[in-house]
């Protein structure tokens, strides 16, 4: 069993940084690529940013040069650098991974969502 679980995320002014996290963990034999996703209320759920496995990222233009995904690959964990946060920015953040498990299934694994909150 494959489980992806986000933290790091809390309420925040706007200017300030966050960081969330996304931890993979059971039986897992790789972490391919890994999303961040995020939906605000009453809107539908939009891309963040991306990393392949070997460390390709691509990123929403809204939030270029705020926003930086990396991994630890030992760790089956990625992360989501967030400086300069904006009030727009508020959303329940999710993590999506493709993940290949002991048995050598191959599935879409998301996070149960964190909370950013980002006052003006």
């Known amino acids: 069993q494959v489980q992806l679980v986000e933290s790091g995320g809390g309420l925040v002014q706007a200017e300030g940084s966050l960081r969330l996290s996304c931890a993979a963990s059971?039986?897992?034999?790789?972490?391919?690529?890994v999303g961040w996703y995020r939906q605000a209320p009453e809107k539908p759920r939009e891309s963040v940013a991306r990393?392949?496995?070997?460390?390709?990222?691509i990123y929403a233009d809204s939030v270029k040069g705020r926003f930086t995904i990396s991994r630890d690959n030992a760790k089956n964990t990625v992360f989501l650098q967030m400086n300069s946060l904006k009030p727009e920015d508020t959303a329940v953040y999710y993590c999506?991974?493709?993940?290949?498990?002991?048995?050598?299934?191959?599935?879409?694994?998301w996070g149960q969502g964190t909370q950013v909150t980002v006052s003006s």
């Open positions: 990393i392949t496995s070997g460390g390709a990222t």
């Open positions: 059971g039986s897992i034999f790789s972490v391919n690529a």
């Open positions: 999506n991974a493709l993940i290949r498990d002991r048995t050598g299934s191959i599935a879409n694994y």
